[in-house]
């Protein structure tokens, strides 16, 4: 009995001190995971390429980012208060453009955002921003590394401004835009009132910009509710169902509206992002000029010394081929009349097809060659520089080459442009950028390019129209901003 009890404890024992040695394996293989892990993701943090698929722990570092912070600052916004005053808190008046243009390039959602913001201020009316959706070809992560399907942007990572939420002037009492968010909390969806594209465009849609805005300013204004949302008619009867659609920004129609939007507090007030501005000052260095000391007295400031031209490409080699079959003008603001380079369409042109003849003159300025590239730079240089005021001094050495280009071609590009004297040259796959700056690289290089003395861009583009937006409201003169 004794003897069995004993064998019993001993067993135990055994098995206990089994135990422990399986805690010990245990725990040893876990340290190892880890610093096999910490040692993989250093590795690969310094040498991108060189241990990554070395380890079935490693890291990759290079996802989309969170925006968990800039979320919470959005969603905590000041106006995000229903107990201020009239005309925000519960009793302002807000309208939500659920109509507005999504999951397509930014540049074509940028336009719309600052003009429905303008329309909105006119109204009386908090204008009701949203996150930019990507249209996920263009999302800068493969599918494989989405947070969510499509992926979302916070507008402020893009932009800032009264559009995003900013501050009006201080003497101003519009009310302050809120996020979409806010909307539903300030006008739940029973509280309001639907308007529908359809039962407002058709009349107007043909019109000049000018008339557009007035009837949509009138209505806006005079509906009794507080909280409008507007809606998109179905798809079959309108494709592009946008209060201010790519028919109006495509056509020299929208430039009745240029001279008050160009005044209005929306551009006027309409500022680059925290992030964007954190890429462009880590990224000024390269912009430092590089060459021999020029032979004028010459600005600090290298910006003041750079061109840069926008290279429109990928995509486009078929949209400039959509664009000539369909007869298409500039695009919205790069029509202005005071801007050299005017594009004007060819005659022969039939519903819905060009003549082989005009395809090329298209494809001439819509995608250019190396040499037609090479040669606009050279007269935007020089006519830049003959048009100084006396006393005056301008020197252009330093270029920058923005474009959605994702192989060689620029390289061998800026190996003909060193031999125009342009002794420093950057190129978008220079800049270094963490992954909230990748997230909006292109409103990086957009910031680049509306800073720089000299503008060439691609005139059918609405991300060379909002460049030249921009440099319009900063005063740029006409002769800095060219189209090859
Ligand atoms: N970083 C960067 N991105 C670009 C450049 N040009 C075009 N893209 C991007 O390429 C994608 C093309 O999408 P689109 O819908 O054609 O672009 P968009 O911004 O609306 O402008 P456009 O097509 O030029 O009218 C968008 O994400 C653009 O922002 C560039 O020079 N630099
Ligand atoms: C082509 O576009 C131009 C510029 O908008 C216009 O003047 C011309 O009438 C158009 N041609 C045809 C055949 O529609």
């Not at 300030?186 to 107007?204: M, S």
């Not at 925290?274 to 000052?281: E, F, L, S, T």
């Not at 700056?437 to 000299?454: C, H, L, P, T």
């Amino acid at each position: 009995m004794l003897e069995a009890v004993k064998e019993q404890w001993r067993n135990k024992g055994r098995l206990v001190r089994t135990r422990q040695r399986r805690f010990q394996w245990l725990f040893l293989c876990v340290i190892a995971i880890v610093v096999l892990t910490l040692y993989t993701t250093v590795h690969q943090a310094k040498q991108p390429s060189f241990f990554p698929s070395f380890s079935p722990f490693a890291v990759d570092l290079d996802q989309p980012p969170t925006y968990e912070k800039l979320k919470k600052w959005e969603r905590d916004l000041p106006q995000h208060n229903l107990d201020l005053p009239y005309p925000e808190g519960r009793t302002g008046g807000y309208v939500l453009f659920k109509n507005q243009i999504q999951m397509l390039g930014w540049n074509n959602q940028l336009n719309e955002v600052l003009m429905n913001t303008w329309l909105a201020y006119k109204s009386g009316r908090a204008y009701v921003f949203q996150d930019y959706i990507w249209k996920s070809d263009y999302y800068p992560w493969p599918e494989s590394k989405f947070r969510e399907s499509p992926p979302h942007t916070p507008l402020n990572a893009l932009i800032a401004g009264p559009s995003a939420g900013g501050p009006w002037d201080p003497d101003d009492p519009a009310p302050r835009s809120v996020s979409e968010q806010w909307f539903d909390i300030v006008c739940p969806k029973e509280e309001r009132r639907i308007i529908n594209t359809h039962d407002v465009k058709p009349p107007i849609q043909w019109e000049d910009g000018d008339v557009i805005f007035n009837h949509w300013q009138k209505l806006l204004s005079e509906a009794p509710e507080r909280c409008l949302e507007i809606q998109p008619a179905p798809r079959e009867e309108d494709g592009f169902p946008q209060t201010f659609d790519l028919f109006l920004w495509g056509s020299d129609r929208i430039l009745s509206l240029w001279e008050a939007f160009r005044d209005s507090p929306v551009s006027r007030l309409f500022e680059t992002s925290p992030i964007v501005q954190a890429a462009v000052d880590r990224n000024a260095y390269l912009f430092m000029p590089r060459g021999p000391r020029p032979p004028v007295p010459v600005s600090r400031n290298p910006y003041d010394r750079m061109l840069a031209i926008h290279l429109r490409r990928g995509d486009f080699k078929e949209a400039c081929l959509s664009l000539a079959n369909w007869n298409s003008t500039f695009y919205s603001w790069n029509l202005l009349p005071d801007l050299p380079d005017k594009f004007v369409n060819p005659p022969g042109y039939q519903w819905g097809n060009n003549t082989p003849e005009n395809v090329a003159f298209y494809l001439e300025r819509c995608y250019p060659t190396d040499e037609f590239i090479l040669k606009k730079i050279r007269t935007a240089r020089d006519e830049y520089v003959k048009a100084a005021k006396p006393g005056d001094v301008r020197h252009l050495d330093v270029l920058f080459l923005l474009t959605n280009d994702k192989s060689d071609w620029v390289t061998n590009l800026k190996k003909e442009l060193s031999k125009d004297g342009w002794h420093t040259i950057v190129t978008t796959r220079d800049l270094e950028l963490d992954q909230e700056q990748k997230d909006v690289g292109m409103a990086v290089d957009m910031d680049f390019a509306r800073k720089a003395a000299v503008f060439i861009g691609n005139g059918w583009s609405s991300f060379t129209s909002n460049i030249v937006h921009r440099r319009l409201v900063d005063r740029k003169e006409p002769i800095s901003i060219r189209f090859y």
